[in-house]
């Protein structure tokens, strides 16, 4: 188990000298323990040399099936002190990137509360993009995902917590940005250039994208803001993230809401995997926020 540790140090460092520091060993120690790893596996783990270092196509097995037993291994130790009834150890939670924006955001109130009841446990957050947030928990890495899937994945359990308003902006030098009228729009908005999400199916999420031209798409919503704000671009923006550039007057809603959408909030965990009692609270704690938000009392 050491020598898997010192092994997913060296991996997540990209080397030997540079997880010195996190192993606090010298790289001669850091080498000798690899090549005692290896020896016992039987395999060739990484290439070390003038070249860098590199994982072989073992080593990336190895590596991956080393996270899943460190994390199988935590899951133990929680289900122990849960069934002791103690609220410990580590909580990992992804988000969508853009809820930072969010004062309705219930993850959180939901993080608030929970380090009020349980100032002892870990907390780690994540801030991806819906796609990423699906991998990290398919693969354990994060116990609950929160964000807007429109695909859900077989091996994943989604439950609604509520509804957020997107809509489509424009910025200053737009043409789109001046059109005072829904006649101006409509003649428009034919014209214009759509910046897609590249983590979503644009086509079913939103029609209005359907025919437009696009040579543009980003894999986080920041992107799609980037470009927006470059005038070249419309694109699809949650409000609350919006609202940061509609009140310097340097973007406007398309329309004036005409094409605005609502947006689905879904927790996401991982089926047939039975949530401990930390994981439990989370989650209820993550239904309690959304329930005063949107007033719907969501069942725990």
Not at 35 to 54: A, N, P
Not at 150 to 155: D, E, N, R, S, V
């Amino acid at each position: 188990m050491h020598l898997l540790y010192v092994f997913s140090a060296v991996v997540e460092a990209r080397g030997f000298s540079a997880a010195q520091i996190s192993l606090n060993v010298s790289a001669s120690t850091i080498s000798r323990q690899i090549s005692d790893l290896e020896t016992r596996l039987g395999m060739r783990l990484c290439q070390r040399g003038r070249k860098g270092f590199r994982l072989t196509d073992k080593g990336e097995i190895v590596y991956s099936a080393s996270q899943k037993l460190f994390a199988s291994l935590e899951h133990f130790g929680e289900v122990v002190d849960g069934t002791r009834g103690k609220l410990v150890g580590r909580l990992s939670v992804a988000a969508i990137d853009n809820w930072a924006f969010n004062d309705d955001a219930p993850i959180v109130g939901a993080l608030g509360e929970l380090t009020r009841i349980a100032p002892d446990v870990s907390v780690e957050v994540h801030s991806l993009a819906p796609d990423d947030i699906e991998i990290a928990v398919q693969d354990g890495q994060v116990s609950v995902g929160v964000g807007v899937f429109h695909k859900h994945k077989p091996g994943l359990i989604y439950e609604l917590l509520g509804t957020e308003k997107i809509g489509l902006y424009c910025a200053q030098g737009h043409p789109l940005y001046e059109a005072a009228t829904r006649a101006e729009v409509e003649r428009l908005l034919p014209e214009a250039n759509y910046c897609k999400r590249a983590y979503l199916n644009e086509d079913q999420v939103a029609p209005i994208s359907i025919g437009l031209r696009s040579n543009a798409s980003a894999h986080q919503i920041e992107g799609i803001a980037i470009l927006v704000l470059t005038g070249g671009y419309i694109g699809y923006l949650p409000e609350s993230f919006a609202n940061i550039w509609v009140r310097e007057g340097r973007m406007r809603s398309v329309g004036d809401g005409l094409y605005d959408l609502k947006s689905e909030i879904k927790l996401v965990r991982k089926r047939g995997e039975d949530p401990n009692l930390l994981g439990k609270t989370f989650i209820q704690l993550l239904k309690d926020a959304s329930s005063r938000v949107s007033g719907v009392k969501l069942i725990g």
